[in-house]
């Protein structure tokens, strides 16, 4: 069986359990691009959403792009969009004594989160998750309860370059294949890879490698400690919550 059958077979069975349907916000990146078509292929009712909150014109151009081709390949495809800036803007002049850009940031994929969580409450959903292994895993590239607030995560194993991969065997759009990747979450035009200072391909290099890390040497040593601050950084985003237990201390 290929991945693609695969993974439209193990996202077919978890509807089952609870005769789910699918929801899944679409950014114009190739990781929700696959999620989405990956879920259309089930042949299960997939809600595709695209969430504009100050978005590029070109990031948001894109998205519907895809979405526009989704819809004209599946019948139980069901678009929709839904402009969160006005929202967003509220919630800043509510809170315009926590002025940290960082936390807007993350508030704009929260937003996010709740708009995808309230639909699927209404369509008898789920929200499925369009995080890849490097971001997931290595890096731990997410907003903690925003992207990463999902129910089910049918790419979290996969490397951005098997997405890729995977992208051009579902036929994606070629200008989704070529787009950059980008959260989305900041003013200006900041790239994934410019903010995390790797590309995906040396994150997966320094991931897969299983020799002494005192052994790299040059650009190779750099992408390691790279990934291994990002990934101490991060890893209260990538276990379960640290829980109380009583007793435990005696």
């Known amino acids: 069986m290929s991945l693609k059958d695969e993974i439209i077979s193990w996202l077919s069975s978890y509807s089952k359990t609870g ?60 678009a929709s969009e839904h402009d969160l800036s006005q929202a967003f803007e509220a919630l800043k002049s509510t809170l315009s004594d926590y002025n940290s850009e960082l936390g807007w940031a993350n508030s704009r994929s929260r937003l996010r989160m709740i708009t995808l969580y309230q639909l ?36 979290a194993d996969l490397t951005k370059t098997e997405v890729r991969q995977l992208a051009k065997e579902l036929n994606v759009i070629e200008e989704v294949i070529l787009a950059k990747p980008t959260d989305g979450l900041w003013e200006d035009d900041r790239t994934d890879e410019e903010q995390i200072g790797a590309t995906y391909e040396e994150l997966e290099w320094v991931m897969a490698y299983d020799g002494e890390p005192e052994l790299l040497q040059g650009r190779k040593k750099e992408v390691f400690e790279i990934l291994d601050g990002f990934n101490r950084r991060n890893k209260h985003k990538m276990i379960p919550i640290p829980t109380f237990i009583k007793g435990s201390s005696r």
Do not use: W
């Not at 809600?47 to 989704?70: C, G, M, S, W, Y």
């Not at 789920?126 to 590239?141: L, M, Q, R, S, W």
């Open 19 to 78: 005769n789910f349907k699918f929801v899944v916000g679409v950014s114009g990146g190739v990781d929700s691009a696959v999620v989405s078509t990956l879920c259309a292929m089930t042949g299960i009712d997939t809600f595709v959403v695209t969430l504009p909150l100050h978005q590029k014109d070109e990031q948001l151009r894109i998205a519907r792009n895809h979405i526009d081709d989704l819809t004209s390949k599946f019948d139980n495809v069901t």
């Open 120 to 155: 699927a409450a209404e369509v008898g959903g789920i929200v499925v998750g369009t995080g890849n292994k490097v971001e997931d895993f290595g890096v731990g590239f997410f907003t903690k309860y925003g992207d990463g607030g999902v129910d089910i995560s049918p790419i």
